[in-house]
């Protein structure tokens, strides 16, 4: 009678699982890459590797990351989304495996009711625990409250937290949108509280507006003005600008002095027989954290074959202290051939121009 009851219970539970839409997804991402400018040759060689597999069924998915490398398996990580009732929830665990140990679990829940949103959000790793717990509600139609309150080592204090955040969201007379915030720490408690506006107009000058950050602390107040510039578009051109502001400047002690607007970079792009081409110089040299100032990219998209796609990117950067004719600096490839829809293959390749072939890499792209 108890074996009969039992196996009842097993029927209904995988019936009732089996009224839920299932699906099983991932996707398996290889590259092995070849550095021929490595002395050490096994250090010339690096595989990466990462399989990505969801299991879905009805409002949850659960998710299971493992990435690999040329030392062999180095990170898992597991995650879970979903609805439980109203509830909102997504948890992510994470293990480092070499060190057989582990790395960070957090968990973060949402609610939305009748126009009230309540959050949390757990994080627990190596430094320790920490809890977040947020609400927001509209006061009207026109005024947003919210509270941030952060749970964890507060030092000193009879109530363990570390800091509260209030902020207030309001239109100052009918014109001026607000918000507003001030923040209490355990370990001080009042720090701060700033009122910031955006989007103030200028007469005659339709292409900027002004921003303001009114910041006061127990005994300072500080103010800071921010230009915007929207010259409208341009065809196929764009426009990169700086302003230069009136330097050590404490207001309200001095004016805002907009001393000059520079043009500090210019890009042009078009579309050519399906061909993309875009050029990009920046005259502060900012391209790659500041390693280049110039460059050439081209982008092909086109059908491969058995009903693929097939993708070309071919990018040239530029430097200014090099020997190389036009000072070419890097040149780098990648191609891609969707040989199914299911299946993808990958090539890339870099030059360094002054330090010779520096990369070459061949992978492949499965998904399910």
């Known amino acids: 009678m108890k074996r009969a009851l039992v196996l009842s219970l097993i029927c209904v539970v995988g019936l009732a699982f089996a009224g839920f839409a299932q699906t099983l997804t991932g996707s398996w991402d290889t590259e092995v890459c070849l550095d021929p400018q490595t002395d050490n040759w096994p250090g010339a060689i690096t595989l ?6 969801t299991y879905a ?36 665990l ?15 829940l949402g609610l939305n009711m009748a126009g009230v949103s309540f959050g949390a959000v757990f994080a627990l790793d190596g430094a320790g625990s920490s809890l977040v717990l947020t609400g927001s509600a509209g006061i009207g139609s026109d005024v ?4 941030e309150l952060e749970l964890g080592d507060g030092v000193g204090c009879d109530f363990d937290f ?24 355990c370990l001080n408690g009042f720090e701060y509280v700033e009122f910031a506006t955006s989007g103030i107009a200028i007469p005659n000058l339709p ?37 230069a502001e009136d330097a050590g400047a404490t207001y309200p002690l001095a004016i805002l002095d907009l001393d000059v607007i520079s043009i500090v970079g210019i890009g042009i792009g078009c579309t050519i ?36 796609v097939f993708e070309f990117g071919l990018d040239m950067f530029f430097d200014n202290a090099g ?46």
């Open 57 to 92: 069924i009805g409002d949850w998915a659960f998710t299971t990351t493992t990435v690999l490398d040329n030392t062999g398996w180095v990170d898992q990580d597991f995650s879970v989304t979903g609805l439980f009732g109203l509830i909102t929830v997504s948890s992510a």
């Open 207 to 243: 292409w900027v507006t002004i921003g303001a950050l009114l910041h006061f602390e127990l005994q300072t107040k500080e103010i800071t003005i921010t230009p915007t510039f929207d010259f409208g578009a341009i065809v196929c051109f764009d426009l990169f600008f700086e302003v």
């Open 323 to 368: 020997a190389t004719l036009f000072e070419v600096a890097l040149i780098e490839v990648d191609m891609k051939v969707n040989l199914t829809s299911q299946f993808a293959f990958t090539m890339a390749l870099d030059v360094d121009v002054d330090g010779g072939f520096t990369n070459w890499c061949l992978g492949f792209e499965v998904t399910w």
């Open 162 to 185: 570390v800091g509260i955040t209030i902020g207030l969201d309001f239109l100052f007379c009918d014109c001026a949108p607000i918000a507003s915030e001030i923040y209490f720490s």
């Open 94 to 108: 994470g293990f480092t495996v070499p060190a057989g140990g582990f790395d960070s679990w957090t968990t973060t």
């Open 144 to 147: 947003v409250g919210s509270v």
């Open 48 to 53: 990466d590797s990462t399989l990505i597999v």
């Open 273 to 308: 027989g399906g061909v993309d081409f875009y050029a990009l110089s920046m005259f502060d040299g900012s391209i790659r954290d500041g390693a280049y100032w110039e460059q050439y990219s081209i982008d092909v998209g086109a059908d491969a074959c058995c009903g693929g």
